[in-house]
């Protein structure tokens, strides 16, 4: 291998290939080329499998291009660095960022958003700034995912989308803030602002709604409501703060009218986190009339339309999104994983299973069964 070398040359290592929409993933020995100017090579240490990964393996996220290698929830340790690149050096513990910042968009000037001109929303992120792919597999060029691909060992991205991190930090664990963690505990804490005493409704309990639950709870609310049609959930929402979880198929009526039932009015703030368009009006139907403020986190399916009563929002109700917790992650991740080892809180009970990274396709599979919530897969 050639860590830490000056002159970089093409890595053979392993990955996991996505050959096309709807085959299973494929673990192959794929070579990656050495970074160009102001892109970075990282050595990948650890990655989590997100449902988001899923919808790349389904055909289901917007403007694949396949033979593709996804994964965006990774930590590493820089290899090399292209020409022109100062944000960080061979041997900085770093995670890759699946919303870049490239600073110099109007949205990077804005402090009121963190969405980036060059993310995936707006354009492709399948190939590197100059249109060319780092990544091939038999011959044949293979596609980049958010510019992170964190499901091979070695991977290139733009400076804009990679930051340091804390040297001493775990990355077997911190690699949860390259998405997860930093998706759903931003969600509340940044996005809707949950403030002491509030109310909350969580629409979905997996890795993202329960770092929902923890930004609530961290936040101060004193009623954080979990809902998911999978009861195994429910444990372990409330040892993260949840104070009481439901199921909706428990009740005749509709979940909002319970809620509402529940609350008075409605909660002061709901999270959707399922991606789901049944569960986003039915989110926004449970927040308090005239308050309320609804967040969606759950991207919506592809091509999905929502038809709602907009006497709803016309009574002062609130609808908002929330792009991975609203975080500018160049300039937030840095310090969430600091505050992570001050111990603040605790992403780490997210983690149910840890497998070497050949098993990604059992780590697939837990996921399908609703039987893991963050599976780490370890290089
Ligand atoms: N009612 C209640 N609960 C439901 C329903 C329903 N109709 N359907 C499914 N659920 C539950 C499931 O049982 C499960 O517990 C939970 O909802 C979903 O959890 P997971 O484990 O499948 O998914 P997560 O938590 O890893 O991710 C969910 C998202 C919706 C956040 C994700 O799929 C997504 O859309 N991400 C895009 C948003 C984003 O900002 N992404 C940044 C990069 S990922
Ligand atoms: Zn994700």
Not at 98 to 115: A, D, L, M, R, Y
Not at 135 to 142: E, L, R
Not at 281 to 300: E, M, Q
């Amino acid at each position: 291998m050639t860590e830490l070398c000056v002159f970089p040359q093409v890595i053979k290592c392993k990955a996991a290939v996505i050959w096309k929409k709807g085959e299973p993933i494929s673990v192959e020995e794929v070579e990656v080329s050495p970074p160009r100017a102001n892109e970075v090579r990282v050595k990948i240490v650890a990655t989590g499998i997100c449902r988001t990964d899923d919808h790349v393996l389904e055909g289901e996220f917007p403007g694949i291009d396949y033979p593709v290698i996804a994964g965006h929830e990774g930590a590493g340790i820089v290899e090399s660095i292209g020409p022109g690149v100062t944000c960080v050096k061979p041997g900085d513990k770093v995670i890759p960022l699946c919303v870049p910042q490239c600073g110099e968009c109007s949205c990077f000037v804005n402090p009121k958003t963190n969405f980036c001109f060059k993310s995936q929303l707006y354009q492709s992120q399948n190939l590197m700034p100059d249109g060319t792919s780092r990544f091939t597999c038999k011959g044949k060029k293979v596609h980049h995912f958010l510019w992170t691909s964190t499901f091979s060992e070695y991977t290139v991205m733009p400076e804009a989308a990679i930051v340091r991190i804390d040297a001493a930090a775990p990355l077997d664990k911190v690699c949860l803030f390259g998405c997860g963690f930093s998706t759903g505990f931003g969600a509340a804490v940044n996005t809707a602002k949950v403030e002491p005493g509030s109310s909350c409704a969580v629409f979905g309990l997996g890795g993202v709604g329960l770092s929902v639950v923890m930004g609530c709870k961290a936040a101060g609310a004193s009623r954080i409501i979990g809902i998911d049609i999978n009861k195994d959930k429910f444990t372990k929402a409330e040892e993260l703060g949840a104070t009481e979880c439901i199921n909706p198929q428990d009740f005749q009526k509709p979940i909002q009218e319970v809620l509402v039932e529940k609350t008075g009015h409605g909660v002061d703030y709901a999270f959707e986190v399922i991606g789901c368009i049944d569960t986003m009006t039915a989110a926004l139907s449970s927040c308090h009339l005239a308050y309320g403020t609804c967040v969606l986190v759950g991207a919506p399916p592809l091509r999905s339309e929502i038809s709602f009563d907009p006497m709803l929002l016309f009574t002062g109700r609130r609808w908002t999104g929330s792009l991975l917790g609203g975080w500018k992650l160049k300039d937030a991740l840095p310090k969430l994983v600091s505050d992570y080892m001050k111990k603040k809180y605790n992403p780490d009970a997210l983690i149910t299973h840890t497998l070497p990274f050949e098993k990604i396709g059992e780590g697939f599979e837990l996921l399908h069964a609703g039987k893991s919530i963050r599976c780490i897969l370890l290089f």
